[in-house]
């Protein structure tokens, strides 16, 4: 998100006509809108490079975790078209005006100047605007890929938990030990699912909705009972009702993981 907002923070620079330069020159002087038409021009590379690289390491995320075909990738693909062309074509109004403003009359120059400025102010609010929906967006995004690492973590202690049974009483020992050791990391894992879905609830809007349903979903399927059930069934060396909880668990999270992808 610190990347989102140095993007938002150069935009409030170009609406309020900071210049990189600075000096003590009248802003309608040539030298100063010279100076300020190239600070503008590279917060636009700078803007569009940001973002662009924000989004891209996102969208390999959700690659890596076989979450190309969501509906939520899709957006951020739609979200970063979106913002290339913000970004490429009006602030390159912003910097046409300021071009032109160089060279003309007093009366037109500060007429371009201040039409600059309303420009570089549209574009500031609407980068505002996209910052919210693309966090939003990308908070979503890491729930997903959260709620599927942990079902391919539990999904891991299952397959070792099935296996216990089937080996020599030595071998259950230690295979029961590394299980609960696993477990009590899917217990932790939960634990900052939760959180973060218990933060996002709080936003209000259709990402806020999921997330509190998310919650429900949960809390109806015993999630979090499930798990630590789990463990305490290991503990006790009763790996066929480890077993049965940690499948209750997985399809509660899958169900979970269905809803995030709908939000």
């Known amino acids: 998100m610190?990347?989102?907002?140095?993007?938002v923070l150069i935009g409030w620079l170009l609406a309020m006509g900071v210049s990189l330069a600075g000096g003590a020159e009248s802003p309608l002087g040539a030298d100063s809108l010279r100076a300020r038409q190239h600070s503008h021009e590279r917060a636009r590379?700078?803007?569009?490079?940001?973002?662009?690289?924000?989004?891209?390491?996102?969208?390999?995320?959700?690659?890596?975790?076989g979450l190309d075909k969501a509906e939520v990738f899709r957006e951020?693909?739609?979200?970063?078209?979106?913002?290339?062309?913000?970004?490429?074509?009006e602030m390159a109004e912003v910097v046409g005006l300021l071009e032109q403003a160089q060279k003309a009359g007093e009366g037109e120059r500060r007429r371009l100047y201040e039409q600059a400025r309303q420009s570089a102010r549209k574009v500031v609010a609407r980068l505002a605007v996209e910052r919210q929906n693309l966090a939003r967006r990308l908070k979503l995004a890491e729930v997903a890929a959260q709620t599927k690492r942990l079902i391919e973590r539990e999904t891991a202690v299952?397959?070792?938990?099935?296996?216990?049974?089937?080996?020599?009483?030595?071998?259950?020992?230690?295979?029961?030990?590394?299980?609960?050791?696993?477990?009590?990391?899917?217990?932790?894992l939960y634990g900052t699912l939760v959180h973060v879905l218990t933060d996002v609830g709080g936003w209000g809007g259709e990402a806020g909705a999921g997330a509190l349903e998310g919650l429900l979903i949960l809390k109806t399927a015993q999630v979090e009972q499930e798990i630590v059930q789990a463990r305490l069934d290991l503990e006790k060396g009763d790996a066929a009702g480890a077993?049965?909880?940690e499948e209750a668990a997985i399809r509660g999270l899958g169900a979970l993981l269905d809803r995030i992808l709908q939000a």
């Open 2 to 7: 610190n990347r989102v907002r140095q993007c």
């Open 45 to 65: 590379t700078m803007t569009r490079e940001l973002v662009r690289g924000l989004l891209d390491v996102q969208l390999a995320r959700l690659r890596q975790n």
């Open 76 to 89: 951020i693909e739609a979200m970063r078209r979106q913002i290339d062309k913000l970004v490429d074509a």
């Open 158 to 188: 299952l397959d070792q938990t099935t296996k216990i049974p089937e080996q020599s009483e030595a071998k259950q020992a230690e295979s029961t030990l590394a299980a609960i050791q696993d477990q009590r990391d899917v217990q932790e």
């Open 243 to 245: 077993r049965r909880r």
